[in-house]
């Protein structure tokens, strides 16, 4: 197997956390490749998180963990689905360490233009945010 070659995408967080395990591999020895694939005002929004509310997990598989699929979901992830912005590199699902979902989506509620966030998913346990186009003078919320 393949020496893993982290790719930094900004001062806390790594292409591993929002790119599925084999996804990475095939791609890792082209980091551009990889990088295109996210959204720049994901990365940037759940970096302005992770600097206001401290330790984040989007995917850990890299440290052994078993979350791949809560950045970019292809056909492989049983979480898949064409609709959902997860396919097209514009959301994320994060667990913090030091808050809750709920003190997290209620941040974003207040601040999410600052952010650039444009919708969150409520009623969950983890924070799914994303970047997708939204013509709304408002955040977004979607139920699962």
Known sequence: MDKIKRIKLTANLYA?????????????HKPHLLIGMLDRRLIMADQLLRDKFGPVTINNWIAGGDRQWSGIRTPDSSYYSFLS??????????IFR?????EVRDYIAKNWQTLGIT??????????????????NE????YP
């Open 139 to 142: 955040l977004l919320i979607v």
């Open 119 to 136: 919708c969150i998913e409520a009623n969950v346990d983890w924070v799914h945010s994303d970047t997708r186009w939204w013509t709304g």
């Open 98 to 102: 030091d808050a809750t979902a709920d």
């Open 85 to 94: 912005q997860h396919p097209w590199g514009r959301a994320s699902d994060k």
């Open 16 to 28: 591993d956390e929002y790119i599925p395990r084999e996804l990475y591999f095939k791609y890792q």
